[in-house]
């Protein structure tokens, strides 16, 4: 299961219902900030989440809608110690910007904290047994732009019944077998894998992109995606505006999760001109299983189950 939580979801500025885009994804026992636009902190401390192992940051691009909450945060991270490290990954462009930033943070000072700038290029990012994390190439306005692809490896299931018939007793022979070691037993005989192992589920598959501005170059790396988080600025109407500022309007982003595949679609990065309402309209006739993502919204995408909306104990 990932879950998802929105702490920004506005475009460009803010407005009094949105802030500015960042979003954190988990996965075990990992967390990501996805883009960390002005206010970020606030949202963090109100989202519940606060400032814990939140040491890996993926940016989608350099605007300064994405980024200028890392001045911010770097700051207090140094301030109060509570984190001593962190990375921060995306193009060259952004972290060009970033680095600047940083430089008015910390001036001529070596800074308390260690923040790693790590220049991405397109493909695996970091993985696990059971996890990998890879980034694609993006179109929008200016260069360097990215996609995160989350997904958990396809797995093969324990089937505890034949192993029980098969007298595996419970231990590390079990573990053994689902690492793909046959195991010896007492009496001689040899299990195989294969003898207690069902077909391989694929793995759960899910993708944040950030602003776009085509979406035929994203139908492959979203493929299949059970979820799938894409901004929509603009609404039909105003089309040639979308496509002059390098941004998608709904029609589109419902358009690519027809074409992808997808299974749910998430929309954020919405302008102000806008009321949540209009954006669902134009999407969800295209694509019924639409959501247009709010500040905090905090969601379970997991295999086989529809879109879960966390309720929020206030
Ligand atoms: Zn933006
Ligand atoms: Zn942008």
Same mark, same amino acid.
């Given at each position: 299961?990932?879950?998802?939580?929105?702490?920004?979801?506005?475009?460009?500025?803010?407005?009094?219902?949105?802030?500015?885009?960042?979003?954190?994804?988990?996965?075990?026992?990992? =967390?990501?900030?996805?883009?960390?636009?002005?206010? +970020?902190? @606030?949202?963090?401390?109100?989202?519940?989440?606060?400032?814990?192992?939140?040491?890996?940051?993926?940016?989608?691009?350099?605007?300064?809608?994405?980024?200028?909450? /890392?001045? &911010?945060?770097?700051? +207090?991270?140094? =301030?109060?110690?509570?984190?001593? *490290?962190?990375?921060?990954?995306?193009?060259?462009?952004?972290?060009?910007?970033?680095?600047?930033?940083?430089?008015?943070?910390?001036? @001529?000072?070596?800074?308390?904290?260690?923040?790693?700038?790590?220049?991405?290029?397109?493909?695996?990012?970091?993985?696990?047994?059971?996890?990998?994390?890879?980034?694609?190439?993006?179109?929008?306005?200016?260069?360097?732009?990215?996609?995160?692809?989350?997904?958990?490896?396809?797995?093969?299931?324990?089937?505890?019944?034949?192993?029980? $018939?098969?007298?595996?007793?419970?231990?590390?022979?079990?573990?053994?077998?689902?690492?793909?070691?046959?195991?010896? /037993?007492?009496?001689? =005989?040899?299990?195989?894998?294969?003898?207690?192992?069902?077909?391989?589920?694929?793995?759960?598959?899910?993708?944040?992109?950030?602003?776009?501005?085509?979406?035929?170059?994203?139908?492959?790396?979203?493929? &299949?995606?059970?979820?799938?988080?894409?901004? $929509? +600025?603009?609404?039909?109407?105003?089309? !040639? !505006?979308?496509?002059?500022?390098? *941004?998608?309007?709904?029609?589109?982003?419902?358009?690519?999760?027809?074409?992808? &595949?997808?299974?749910?679609?998430?929309? +954020?990065?919405?302008?102000?001109?806008? $009321?949540? @309402?209009?954006?669902?309209?134009?999407?969800?006739?295209?694509?019924?299983?639409?959501?247009?993502?709010?500040?905090?919204?905090?969601?379970?995408?997991?295999?086989?189950?529809?879109?879960?909306?966390?309720?929020?104990?206030?």
């Amino acid at each position: 299961m990932f879950e998802l939580v929105f702490l920004g979801t506005s475009a460009s500025a803010p407005s009094i219902q949105r802030g500015l885009p960042a979003a954190i994804v988990i996965y075990n026992e990992y =967390r990501f900030m996805i883009d960390c636009g002005e206010g +970020t902190q @606030r949202q963090l401390l109100r989202s519940g989440l606060g400032f814990r192992r939140l040491d890996k940051i993926l940016l989608t691009h350099g605007h300064l809608d994405h980024i200028l909450g /890392l001045a &911010g945060l770097a700051s +207090t991270f140094a =301030r109060w110690e509570m984190i001593d *490290h962190m990375e921060i990954y995306g193009g060259k462009w952004a972290l060009d910007r970033v680095q600047v930033l940083m430089a008015v943070v910390f001036g @001529r000072y070596q800074p308390p904290i260690r923040v790693e700038m790590i220049d991405l290029k397109p493909g695996v990012i970091m993985e696990d047994d059971a996890f990998q994390l890879s980034c694609f190439p993006v179109t929008h306005r200016g260069p360097d732009n990215y996609g995160y692809l989350f997904q958990e490896k396809d797995r093969r299931p324990f089937l505890v019944d034949k192993a029980e $018939a098969l007298g595996v007793p419970a231990g590390p022979e079990r573990a053994r077998l689902v690492h793909g070691q046959p195991v010896t /037993l007492p009496d001689g =005989r040899t299990v195989e894998p294969e003898d207690v192992l069902g077909p391989a589920r694929p793995g759960l598959k899910f993708v944040f992109i950030g602003d776009a501005s085509r979406i035929d170059d994203l139908v492959a790396p979203v493929q &299949g995606a059970h979820a799938l988080v894409i901004e $929509a +600025t603009y609404a039909s109407m105003e089309v !040639d !505006d979308a496509r002059e500022y390098g *941004h998608l309007t709904a029609r589109q982003a419902a358009e690519l999760a027809v074409g992808a &595949g997808v299974e749910h679609l998430i929309l +954020t990065h919405i302008s102000r001109r806008y $009321a949540e @309402r209009e954006v669902l309209d134009e999407a969800r006739p295209i694509f019924a299983n639409t959501v247009v993502a709010r500040d905090l919204d905090h969601f379970q995408i997991r295999r086989d189950a529809p879109l879960i909306k966390v309720e929020r104990e206030m």
